[in-house]
């Protein structure tokens, strides 16, 4: 029976959309499969862990109805491996899967769709609204960076979401550093809040990939719902408290200068290159009119670089992780960042001239 035919590329993006989730070993064989059903014409490709599920619209079928379940990654890599140019032909009989173009035969195995679980999505919606994509990545890319990873506090390993009137604010923070950024939206909302697990960060950051169109959000009972363009992503929210950001925000630090940003990037990256590889570490020496970074390692080697800045107040000596710094500056795309420190034990704010809507936090180290 052909289930399918399609260009190549109608098939494999939405393919690709829905893989990234898949994991290649699991304890359910079956969750390393992907879900081709059609129905009415219209197929839908549907991937899921239990914790996360994508699903989207692949090409249109005159076949008549089917479902099937077969290898993700395998028919991924099939499809990426042909030419562009390639027409697909997709056969399912005697639960095989057999994939033709031009010349190219492939024989995949199938499991049976009707056993293959599926996540069941609440019903109610406690909060809905809607932000041009554009908005959203832009808000994700300034604060993923600062999400834990495998950390033993399960709540960092995600990114807070929280609504409050006309305001969405993301947070994220590993205990070391903490990435702060919000925007307004068109609605009127209680204050709610979800911790986002960091998987579904990011394959969403992925997914967003038409600027101008338009990311629906709703937030439902323990779990969060995104629909863009002719995909939907359902995921399971992190069960915890996520820390008071607010409490972190140093607000009273009085050395507080410019510095493209561009510039100071360059000057960590070129100092870098003599880090300790174990622990990463940079002084920063601020004094009037200057900014010295220096790294040194157990070589005794030593780099150090210099930036003027406009700045008279008082000298200070601090110690920083440098991977931190340059996290900030590689994904917050600014002309110039503005740095407040306060002194030698105290958290150092980063954030833009004239944008309340951004801030990083960095924690300082003892080198």
């Not at 950390?151 to 960092?156: A, E, P, T, V």
């Not at 010295?292 to 005794?300: F, H, P």
Request: proline residues 4%.
């Amino acid at each position: 029976m052909q289930i399918l035919q399609a260009d190549r590329d109608s098939l494999l993006k939405p393919l690709q959309a829905v893989t990234g989730i898949v994991e290649r070993r699991h304890t359910l064989p079956i969750l390393s499969n992907v879900l081709l059903e059609n129905s009415g014409g219209k197929t839908n490709i549907l991937a899921t862990d239990l914790e996360i599920q994508i699903n989207t619209h692949g090409p249109e079928s005159s076949a008549g109805d089917f479902r099937i379940t077969t290898n993700a990654k395998k028919l991924q890599d099939i499809l990426r491996a042909l030419p562009e140019s390639a027409v697909v032909l997709l056969d399912w009989a005697d639960n095989r899967l057999t994939l033709k173009a031009g010349k190219s035969r492939f024989a995949l195995q199938t499991l049976p769709a009707e056993d293959f679980p599926q996540m069941s999505v609440g019903e109610e919606i406690s909060a809905s609204f809607s932000l041009e994509q554009e908005v959203f990545k832009n808000m994700l890319s300034q604060v993923q960076y600062s999400m834990a990873v495998q950390d033993i506090r399960y709540y960092l390993n995600g990114l807070l979401m929280q609504v409050e009137g006309d305001q969405i604010r993301l947070v994220a923070t590993d205990g070391h550093r903490l990435a702060y950024s919000a925007s307004t939206i068109n609605a009127d909302l209680p204050k709610t809040e979800v911790i986002l697990p960091r998987k579904t960060v990011l394959e969403l950051f992925k997914l967003l990939n038409h600027p101008h169109d338009a990311l629906e959000i709703e937030l439902l009972n323990n779990q969060v719902r995104f629909r863009c363009n002719d995909t939907v992503i359902v995921s399971k929210v992190i069960d915890g408290k996520f820390p008071d950001f607010n409490r972190v925000i140093p607000l009273d630090n009085d050395k507080i200068f410019l510095l493209p940003r561009t510039e100071l990037l360059g000057a960590l990256e070129r100092v870098s290159i003599l880090a300790n590889e174990k622990f990463r570490g940079a002084r920063l020496l601020l004094q009037p009119g200057v900014l010295s970074v220096v790294c040194s390692n157990n070589e005794q080697e030593e780099a150090r670089e210099e930036l003027e800045i406009a700045y008279q107040g008082g000298e200070l000596e601090v110690g920083f992780n440098i991977g931190y710094l340059m996290d900030v500056l590689r994904n917050v795309h600014a002309e110039d960042m503005q740095l407040a420190f306060g002194d030698a034990n105290r958290s150092t704010l980063f954030t833009v001239p004239d944008n309340p809507n951004f801030k990083y936090i960095v924690m300082p180290m003892r080198i």
